[in-house]
């Protein structure tokens, strides 16, 4: 059963820095582009990020290019969001969403974990 | 503020039909044959319905289909079921710099 299980979410001051884990079973996860997806309470989903699965390629949104960063370590079966210089809006649950296997384009996300809440606030 | 227009909410009785519409622009809706469709119960993780305008991910039910004119792409629900309330959303691909842009969500009561 494919699985994604996110963690590392908190409270965080303004100005602070946060890394999300996203951890992955059921699935060759080094074969599989990885998304970032956010969803602030009571409002839309926002894709935040994008990587292969060599780490070749990446992107951001507009919206937090320069200040976070996706990683990934295939041995560990793991996805990582590092979130500096997070803001009151960065308030979110953000969810780790695998890239749709079944289709050519990327941005069509599969699986997706529960989500780990990020709160920033003072 | 969304990239994608949905309407707030939408309902239906079973066994009806009802259709979201999603409405964009033409750098992305109306310019890529690549949008996509999310159920999301509440409290749970979005699931994909339709990808690419009009097909369905393997186990998604043909109750569920997708169509696009224009700027605005559409999700139509048939023999509409207690289950399908949840929210919908659906999203674009937006070109090389945007990438992907969401709607802000709709909400589907089964009366």
């Known amino acids: 059963e494919v699985q994604l299980v996110e963690s590392g979410g908190g409270l965080v001051q303004p100005g602070g820095s946060l890394r999300l884990s996203c951890a992955a079973s059921?699935?060759?996860?080094?074969?599989?582009?990885i998304n970032w997806v956010r969803q602030a309470p009571g409002k839309g989903l926002e894709w935040v990020s994008y990587?292969?699965?060599?780490?070749?390629?990446?992107y951001y949104a507009d919206s937090v290019k320069g200040r976070f960063t996706i990683f990934r370590d295939n041995a560990k079966n793991s996805l990582y969001l590092q979130m500096n210089s997070l803001r009151d809006e960065d308030t979110a649950v953000y969810y780790c969403?695998?890239?749709?296997?079944?289709?050519?384009?990327?941005?069509?996300?599969?699986?997706w974990g529960q989500g780990t809440l990020v709160t920033v606030s003072s | 503020q969304s990239a994608l227009t949905q309407p707030a909410s939408v309902s239906g009785s079973p066994g009806q039909s009802i259709t979201i519409s999603c409405t964009g622009t033409?750098?992305?809706?109306?310019?890529?044959?690549?949008v996509s469709w999310y159920q999301q119960h509440p409290g749970k993780a979005p699931k994909l319905m339709i990808y690419?305008?009009?097909k369905r991910p393997s186990g998604v039910s043909n109750r569920f289909s997708g169509s696009k004119s224009g700027n605005t792409a559409s999700l139509t629900i048939s023999g509409l079921q207690a289950e399908d309330e949840a929210d919908y959303y659906c999203?674009?691909?937006?070109?090389?710099?945007?990438?992907?842009?969401f709607g802000g969500g709709t909400k589907l009561t089964v009366l």
């Open positions: 033409s750098s992305d809706v109306g310019n890529y044959n690549l």
């Open positions: 999203s674009s691909y937006a070109g090389r710099t945007t990438y992907v842009v």
């Open positions: 990587i292969t699965s060599s780490s070749s390629t990446i």
């Open positions: 969403a695998r890239t749709y296997p079944g289709s050519n384009s990327w941005y069509n996300f599969d699986y």
């Open positions: 059921g699935f060759t996860f080094s074969t599989y582009s």
């Open positions: 690419e305008v009009t």
